[in-house]
Every structure is written in C-alpha cells, then in structure tokens.
C-alpha cells in the first residue's frame, strides 16, 4: 500500500528553527508536496519537490531524497502564526495525490 | 496567483434536506476539480475528482447517490450533499490545479466549506 508517515506534533519556540520529517513509500514518485493549513483553515501551498535537493522560500525550505524515501521542512524564525498544521503529500505514478496526515506544530513564546 | 473561490464557507441545516457548495476558478479554467473532506484532527480525504462536461470519478466508499457533483463549466463545480445526516457534518473543501511557478501542477484550494447537520 501507499503511505506517507510525519510526526503528529511538534513544539518548538519562537524565533527558533524546527524541521518537520516525511517519508514515504508511494507507487511512483512525481512531486512532492507541503501544505500549511491553519485551524478551521484550507490548506495552502508552501513547496514543491521532484528532483533531490533543498527548495529555499524566505523562512521556509524543503528538502527531498528520492532514493531515501524522505523529505523534510525547514521552518527558520518562528513566528507565533506558523502555529498550524503541515501537511505532507506525494504524487504517485498515476498522478494521484497521497496524503500525510499532518503535523500539528506549536509555537510557544 | 490562482485563486479558487468557494462558498458558502459554514452552513446549518436539518437532518434530510440538501446542501449545495459550490467551488469555482476565479483566474484560470480548471477541467478538473477535486473534491475533499476533512474531519477534526484528520488529514485530507479524497472523495471525488469532477471532470468538467463528463461524470465525477467518486473514490472507493464515496456514495455517488449522496454526493452529487456536477462540473457545468470550466470554472464551476458543485458538491450536493442530498439528505444529510449528522454523521455528514464535516469540512469539506474544493480544490483545483494550475501551474504554479515552478512549473508544476500546484492543488489551489478554496477555502472550505463547514456543514453541521443537525
């Protein structure tokens, strides 16, 4: 079967780094992806990955090994309104989009 | 960027009637639509992929009956949960792809939609 494991929560303080795991076992590989959803929120895009390496975006970068299954995301400075939750998500040979279930980060003052 | 509008965002209603949601694309054509329920503290769950001018492909357990979608045009699709029940209630969310700046098909979803079914 398919599936996409990351930790289900994490605290980390303000203005610190954190990074957030993800790895899977999918059929195919085409892309990986990185969501933010805030409570009550939709999911909104962050990074995307298909070839191996480290993607930088402002405060936030996502890395990616295809041969390891893994991919992680850096989050530097930690503001309070990253609070939210993180979702990991792989496109597989057939083009279909799988789902981590997310983790929830904490940011404490 | 691509921006995909859905509403109503929350909605009430009595055990047995219908609920219509509807998602569209605001700056692009999407042919293809998807979608999503989430319950509290759950990740995403695919129910359907709505294809513009033909039938919705409805996941494995997803009752085509009980969620009708219609995909009328490039940028409207619609979600009709017919005779809800409590078990129904959940956030349930729209979403689209249109290539993002790197060049890959990027998921836009539109902001949700949170049904309580009394």
């Known amino acids: 079967g398919q599936n996409i494991d990351q930790p289900t929560e994490m605290t980390a303080t303000e203005g610190a780094i954190v990074q957030i795991n993800c790895t899977y076992q999918?059929?195919?590989?085409?892309?990986l992806f990185w969501y933010q959803q805030h409570a009550g929120e939709a999911p909104t895009f962050l990074s995307y990955n298909v070839l191996d390496g480290l993607e930088e975006k402002g405060r936030f970068s996502s890395f990616l090994s295809r041969s390891k299954g893994y991919s992680y995301l850096l989050l530097k400075e930690l503001q309070m309104k990253d609070s939210a939750s993180y979702l990991c998500?792989?496109?597989?040979?057939?083009?279909?989009?799988?789902w981590g279930a997310g983790t929830k980060l904490i940011i404490k003052p | 960027g691509a921006v995909v509008s859905q509403h109503p965002s929350w909605v009430i209603c009595k055990s047995g009637t219908s609920v219509k949601i509807e998602c569209r694309s605001l700056d692009f054509q999407a042919t293809t639509m998807f979608w999503y329920r989430q319950f509290p503290k759950q990740s995403l769950m695919l129910m359907a992929t709505s294809n513009e001018g033909s039938k919705a492909t409805y996941e494995q357990g997803v009752e085509k009956d009980k969620f009708l979608i219609n995909h009328a045009s490039l940028t409207l699709s619609t979600l009709t949960v017919t005779s809800a029940h409590p078990e129904d209630s959940s956030f349930y969310i729209c979403s689209a792809t249109d290539r993002g700046p790197s060049g890959a098909n990027v998921l836009t979803f539109g902001a949700g939609s949170r049904l309580t079914v009394l």
């Open positions: 999918t059929s195919g590989f085409n892309g």
């Open positions: 998500a792989v496109r597989d040979s057939n083009y279909q989009l799988i």
